[in-house]
């Protein structure tokens, strides 16, 4: 299963280095990284939301849930994470809008 994970990641990612935005290849994303997701893309790494533009993610890859889920990073943090609108996860998709966040997590 873990396997069919790698499949998910994206060969490359947009991250915020040295105050530029910059392509690199996703497995370089290391905590700390702010990350700019955009529609169409897997998401790269864990990622809590600090802007967002009408962002929507599907996580039935996650949940088994087929329906896209809005996120607002204005929103409060709830005790449940899959259930926090401001945190988008690894082996997602972004099916609209786009958003900017820090990595929290990467890897298994």
Known sequence: MMAQ??????????????????????K?????DVVVVSTGANIPA???LYKANELKVNNASLT????????DPSKEAV??????KNVCF???SC???DGVGICIKTGD
Do not use: C, M, W
């Open 28 to 32: 370089y994303i290391v905590p700390g």
């Open 46 to 48: 864990d990622l809590v």
């Open 79 to 84: 005790d449940n994470i899959l259930e926090t």
């Open 95 to 97: 099916t609209a809008g």
């Open 5 to 26: 994970f790698e499949n998910f990641i994206p060969p490359e990612a947009y991250v915020i280095r040295d105050g530029r935005q910059q392509k690199i290849d996703a």
């Open 90 to 92: 690894f082996g997602t």
């Open 64 to 71: 088994g849930e087929s329906e896209d889920i809005q996120l």
